[in-house]
T-cell receptor, first 115, second 112 residues
């Protein structure tokens, strides 16, 4: 399978704990995005990388959130001191920006439940 | 007011019907328009991608963009029960990030 892969698929954690999610993009894609989706809403942009550089962060990304893409391949999203409001689906997408082609492909997401 | 508005539904149709799904938007900078299908507890799956105005057809799906009205549509012909899902419109501007701005999604139910 050469699609976007996310791990874990589900995570239940206690409030105050730290969690880390992983995303493996489509191998030839240089752009990687993180989105968050809550029930009944569309995904909301959190941050994106071009290769290993993090180029934009949404104001939704509080200082408890940090994302990395150390070698321009996989990415991690860490949430420190989780709160119940962090419960959501965290989606990763990748794309290869060339010419007018900006199609983004999503992974299956990591569903986070903070209890 | 959200940048992208989409009727949440649910929209219930009989099998074989033509389905029309729509979104309106306010940002005239949007140039790329997409439709995603999302099954429950799964990630969004890209269905259609359109640059600027016009129509695009792919099998049973037709996407239309009317930039003058800031209105996009997705038509599904000969709808099937397997089309039952949430349909998300998404769009992005011609800027450096190409980040997607999504509608809230329309839930579609196709009855056998």
């Amino acid at each position: 399978d050469t699609g976007v892969s996310q791990d874990p698929r589900h995570k239940i954690t206690k409030r105050g704990q730290n969690v880390t999610f992983r995303c493996d993009p489509i191998s030839e894609h240089n752009r990687l995005y993180w989105y968050r989706q809550t029930l009944g809403q569309g995904p909301e942009f959190l941050t994106y990388f071009q290769n290993e550089a993090q180029l934009e962060k949404s104001r939704l990304l509080s200082d408890r959130f940090s994302a990395e893409r150390p070698k321009g391949s996989f990415s991690t999203l860490e949430i420190q001191r989780t709160e119940q409001g962090d419960s959501a689906m965290y989606l990763c997408a990748s794309s290869s920006v060339s010419g007018a082609n900006t199609e983004a492909f999503f992974g299956q997401g990591t569903r986070l439940t903070v209890v | 007011q959200k940048e992208v508005e989409q009727d949440p539904g649910p929209l219930s149709v009989p099998e074989g019907a033509i389905v029309s799904l729509n979104c309106t938007y306010s940002n005239s900078a949007f140039q790329y328009f997409m439709w995603y299908r999302q099954y429950s507890r799964k990630g969004p799956e890209l269905l259609m991608y359109t640059y600027s105005s016009g129509n695009k057809e792919d099998g049973r799906f037709t996407a239309q963009v009317d930039k003058s009205s800031k209105y996009i549509s997705l038509f599904i012909r000969d709808s099937q029960p397997s089309d039952s899902a949430t349909y998300l419109c998404a769009m992005s501007a011609l800027d450096s990030s190409y980040k997607l701005i999504f509608g809230s999604g329309t839930r579609l139910l196709v009855r056998p």
